[in-house]
T-cell receptor, first 115, second 112 residues
Framework: DTGVSQDPRHKITKRGQNVTFRCDPI?????LYWYRQTLGQGPEFLTY????????KSRLLSDRFSAERPKGSFSTLEIQRTEQGDSAMYLC?????????????FGPGTRLTVL | GQNIDQPTEMTATEGAIVQINCTYQ??????LFWYQQHAGEAPTFLSY????GLEEKGRFSSFLSRSKGYSYLLLKELQMKDSASYLC?????????????FGKGTRLSVIA
């Protein structure tokens, strides 16, 4: 299967701990996106990359959040000093480019629970 | 600002037709997407509209009116497996060109 993969699928952590999630996009896709989704809501944009360049960060993204995409392949999303409000599903998506109907393909998500 | 509205929940009968509406107000517009999301799973792409009119894809069709800021997703011959959330999303130029702005989703229940 060559879809978007994310690791881990589930993460339970205590408040104040740091967590890191990984996303492997579809191999030929140069754009990679991170979204956050809470129960009963649609995904909310966090940040995205074109190749290794981080092009935009949402104002929702506090300075406790950082994302990287070294070498333009996989990406990591780190949350420092986690808070209970960070509990959510973190979705990664990738696409082939910016124009036209280049739909974003989503990974299965990482469900974070902060105790 | 950005605002995407869709009904929270809908119920329809197996074999019937259902229309899920979406209205949007965004600072820019470069396409509207519909995604299906089953509980606990990732969203999967259903359709894309950038010009006014109807796009048909099997049992699913999507319509767009840019002047009205309005779209709908039409599902025909409903099956039990169509029970899911349906997400309307807009590509808003004002937010940097490619990230999608999602509505809260419409949870569709298909009953026998």
């Amino acid at each position: 299967d060559t879809g978007v993969s994310q690791d881990p699928r589930h993460k339970i952590t205590k408040r104040g701990q740091n967590v890191t999630f990984r996303c492997d996009p579809i191999s030929e896709h140069n754009r990679l996106y991170w979204y956050r989704q809470t129960l009963g809501q649609g995904p909310e944009f966090l940040t995205y990359f074109q190749n290794e360049a981080q092009l935009e960060k949402s104002r929702l993204l506090s300075d406790r959040f950082s994302a990287e995409r070294p070498k333009g392949s996989f990406s990591t999303l780190e949350i420092q000093r986690t808070e209970q409000g960070d509990s959510a599903m973190y979705l990664c998506a990738s696409s082939h480019g910016a124009g036209g109907g280049n739909e974003q393909f989503f990974g299965p998500g990482t469900r974070l629970t902060v105790l | 600002g950005q605002n995407i509205d869709q009904p929270t929940e809908m119920t329809a009968t197996e074999g019937a037709i259902v229309q899920i509406n979406c209205t949007y107000q965004t600072s820019g517009f470069n396409g509207l997407f519909w995604y299906q999301q089953h509980a606990g799973e990732a969203p999967t792409f259903l359709s894309y509209n950038v010009l006014d009119g109807l796009e048909e894809k099997g049992r699913f069709s999507s319509f767009l009116s840019r002047s009205k800021g309005y779209s709908y997703l039409l599902l025909k011959e409903l099956q039990m497996k169509d029970s899911a959330s349906y997400l309307c999303a807009v590509r808003d130029l004002g937010s940097g060109n490619t990230p999608l702005v999602f509505g809260k989703g419409t949870r569709l229940s298909v009953i026998a």
